[in-house]
């Protein structure tokens, strides 16, 4: 589970700023026990704030940071696709990222400095029995393993200037290493985060940000080889066709369902099967042909998967991810969640991150939103707000502590943010417009 992550000098993040998942509240279904760390870690984080205050930079960071450990030793051959802070010292300072996670329930934390020429400093520590270990680090060309993990000498000779450590060395069968980056990889972005303006070519190539493992295949034949994880409904909540069937036994794909249905959008089944179409050439091809089974009545029809709604084929997409997040333990990053999704699913949603039912392994969901609704959903420590400065650089707050000041946990969080208690709201102010208009003088 991430712990918490840190970011400085990358597009409107300047000094920095630091997300943190540890509870505040710590006595309820939320906030997940750490043994090891003496805390609890939360199953969700929420950022919000007026446009152009940098709430997608501070996601858009950690997707950053995720692609580099997956990219850097194939792609990053003539720059590192980084881009600083505009203003200041930002365009020729360099930039940090840290990030502390849990791997087996035991602390693991990861620091990289860099700038878009070089590498200088980067470090991959854990904490077994609660002190700190150095697997390896890096100063420039020069890398210091810790003793016994001769598997990674060959490390070495992967580095360049411009080349991850961590990105190298996971390509050898060193368990402190590769778990550690597999919990970095399995990280998933849904949402339409901003990229760099500077090496396009280099993001040409990488995964769209939207990319994710396809939600059909989850649907695909009645039985297939995903693994299970839980059932999505409660004894008494089953879904149609599904009465006195024991959940723990059912396959993926009515796992999936489930999680479909529970968007009660009158969908009764997914069918996946295949069609003729002609080719660019003018002969016949077979395709994939995904429909929805809608009932109405005592009849039921499918439904090209093209012709449903926006936020019917937002859910649907999500659901793969989801899945594949909460099997694993690990994290979802979605940017605007409030862009396609009616607020009632966003709302069921954070209840499947929050349940330890539909959430056993400690799946974290980090999602920006304008949707104050949601505020109702979410405990004062699971809220993060964005401002844009005087310099225009992001600041990061928790709301737990926003502005010095704390806040009562049984607080109608979207009413005091609506009222500005906490700031992080849009300045309007329609002078200008109006003097334009010639309304004023």
Request: without cysteine.
């Given at each position: 589970?991430?712990?918490?992550?840190?970011?400085?000098?990358?597009?409107?993040?300047?000094?920095?700023?630091?997300?943190s998942?540890?509870?505040?509240?710590?006595?309820?279904?939320?906030?997940?026990?750490?043994?090891?760390?003496?805390?609890?870690?939360?199953?969700?984080?929420?950022?919000?704030?007026?446009?152009?205050?940098?709430?997608?930079?501070?996601?858009?960071?950690?997707?950053?940071?995720?692609?580099?450990?997956?990219?850097?030793?194939?792609?990053?051959?003539?720059?590192?696709?980084?881009?600083?802070?505009?203003?200041?010292?930002?365009?020729?300072?360099?930039?940090?990222?840290?990030?502390?996670?849990?791997?087996?329930?035991?602390?693991?934390?990861?620091?990289?400095?860099?700038?878009?020429?070089?590498?200088m400093?980067?470090?991959?520590?854990?904490?077994?029995?609660?002190?700190?270990?150095?697997?390896?680090?890096?100063?420039?060309?020069?890398?210091?393993?810790?003793?016994?993990?001769?598997?990674?000498?060959?490390?070495?000779?992967?580095?360049?200037?411009?080349?991850?450590a961590?990105?190298?060395?996971?390509?050898?069968?060193?368990?402190?290493?590769?778990?550690?980056?597999?919990?970095?990889?399995?990280?998933?972005?849904?949402?339409?985060?901003?990229?760099?303006?500077?090496?396009?070519?280099?993001?040409?190539?990488?995964?769209?940000?939207?990319?994710?493992?396809?939600?059909a295949?989850?649907?695909?034949?009645?039985?297939?080889?995903?693994?299970?994880l839980?059932?999505?409904?409660s004894?008494?909540?089953?879904?149609?066709?599904?009465?006195?069937?024991?959940?723990?036994?059912?396959?993926?794909?009515?796992?999936?369902?489930?999680l479909?249905?529970?968007?009660?959008?009158?969908?009764?089944?997914?069918?996946?099967?295949?069609?003729?179409?002609?080719?660019?050439?003018?002969?016949?091809?077979?395709?994939?042909?995904?429909?929805?089974?809608?009932?109405?009545?005592n009849?039921?029809?499918?439904?090209?998967?093209a012709?449903?709604?926006?936020?019917?084929?937002?859910?649907?997409?999500?659901i793969g991810?989801?899945?594949?997040?909460?099997?694993?333990?690990?994290?979802?990053?979605?940017?605007?969640?409030?862009?396609?999704?009616?607020?009632?699913?966003?709302?069921?949603?954070?209840?499947?991150?929050q349940?330890?039912?539909?959430?056993?392994?400690?799946?974290?969901?980090?999602?920006?939103?304008?949707?104050?609704?949601?505020?109702?959903?979410?405990?004062?420590?699971?809220?993060?707000?964005?401002?844009k400065?005087?310099?225009?650089?992001?600041?990061?707050?928790?709301?737990?502590?926003?502005?010095?000041?704390?806040?009562?946990?049984?607080?109608?969080?979207?009413?005091?943010?609506?009222?500005g208690?906490?700031?992080?709201?849009?300045?309007?102010?329609?002078?200008?417009?109006?003097?334009?208009?010639?309304?004023?003088?």
């Amino acid at each position: 589970m991430l712990i918490k992550f840190e970011a400085s000098n990358y597009r409107s993040i300047a000094e920095g700023v630091e997300l943190s998942m540890v509870a505040v509240d710590r006595d309820r279904e939320a906030a997940r026990d750490a043994p090891h760390l003496g805390e609890s870690l939360l199953t969700r984080a929420a950022i919000y704030g007026p446009n152009a205050s940098g709430k997608s930079n501070v996601v858009g960071a950690l997707a950053w940071l995720r692609d580099a450990v997956e990219n850097s030793l194939r792609l990053w051959e003539d720059e590192i696709p980084l881009e600083p802070f505009a203003f200041g010292s930002g365009p020729t300072g360099s930039s940090e990222f840290v990030i502390e996670t849990t791997v087996g329930g035991v602390r693991f934390e990861y620091v990289v400095e860099l700038d878009a020429r070089h590498i200088m400093y980067e470090g991959l520590f854990h904490y077994p029995e609660r002190k700190q270990r150095r697997i390896f680090e890096r100063e420039g060309s020069e890398l210091k393993l810790q003793r016994g993990l001769g598997a990674l000498s060959g490390t070495r000779e992967l580095l360049t200037d411009r080349t991850l450590a961590l990105s190298a060395a996971r390509r050898f069968d060193e368990p402190l290493v590769t778990n550690f980056a597999r919990e970095i990889l399995r990280i998933q972005v849904l949402g339409q985060l901003p990229r760099p303006r500077r090496a396009a070519a280099f993001f040409q190539r990488l995964r769209r940000y939207s990319d994710t493992p396809d939600t059909a295949r989850w649907f695909d034949g009645p039985d297939n080889d995903q693994p299970l994880l839980v059932p999505f409904v409660s004894e008494g909540e089953v879904a149609p066709g599904d009465e006195g069937k024991d959940w723990s036994t059912l396959s993926s794909r009515q796992q999936a369902l489930a999680l479909l249905r529970l968007a009660d959008l009158g969908i009764e089944d997914v069918v996946v099967d295949m069609q003729e179409v002609v080719s660019a050439g003018g002969g016949m091809m077979t395709q994939r042909r995904l429909r929805l089974l809608h009932r109405s009545g005592n009849d039921s029809a499918p439904l090209d998967f093209a012709a449903e709604s926006e936020g019917t084929r937002t859910w649907f997409g999500l659901i793969g991810p989801v899945l594949t997040t909460l099997q694993a333990g690990s994290i979802v990053i979605f940017d605007e969640l409030d862009a396609s999704l009616h607020p009632t699913l966003s709302a069921e949603l954070l209840r499947v991150f929050q349940s330890p039912v539909t959430n056993p392994h400690g799946a974290q969901l980090i999602f920006t939103s304008h949707d104050t609704s949601l505020l109702n959903h979410l405990n004062r420590d699971e809220v993060w707000l964005t401002e844009k400065q005087a310099d225009g650089s992001t600041r990061l707050g928790a709301l737990a502590e926003f502005a010095g000041e704390r806040v009562r946990k049984s607080q109608n969080l979207e009413s005091a943010y609506l009222h500005g208690r906490f700031g992080a709201l849009p300045q309007v102010d329609q002078t200008e417009f109006l003097r334009a208009l010639g309304l004023i003088g």
